[in-house]
């Protein structure tokens, strides 16, 4: 739309989830069922990562409204993934969430554990 609007698309980063943590969950929610323990692509099978895309319509510079969000889970290696369901993304949102907390330093290796447990 020219000087007048436009959509600008936006990808965030949320975090890693790992095979072992998927397992548990497929094991005990019979959720998730969708995400093989293997990357279908190139086998890795270590962890994957989770996106958040959205547009954002601007109009002269100012962002206005979010709109369109999608979630996505890729392989690290390949980049090989699929677009995920609003209740699988919140399920691996929980998960990377913690995980990145338990990276950075600010729980500890117990606090990870109950934490996932509670997922």
């Known amino acids: 739309m020219g000087l007048w609007g436009k959509d600008i698309a936006r990808t965030k980063y949320v975090g890693n989830v790992y095979v072992d943590q998927i397992s548990s969950i497929k094991k ?9 323990s293997k990357c279908e692509n190139c086998n890795n099978n270590d962890y994957y990562s989770i996106y958040e895309t959205f547009r954002l319509f601007r109009i002269l510079s100012i962002p206005l409204v979010q709109c369109d969000t999608v979630y996505y ?27 990145s907390k338990y990276m950075e330093g600010s729980i500890t290796k117990s606090e990870l554990e109950t934490g996932l447990k509670d997922i």
Do not use: Q, T, V
């Open 73 to 99: 889970f890729s392989c690290p290696e390949c980049n090989f993934g699929f677009k995920l369901e609003d209740e699988e993304f919140k399920k691996l949102e929980k998960i990377a969430l913690i995980n």
């Open 28 to 36: 005990e929610n019979k959720a998730l069922f969708r995400i093989a």
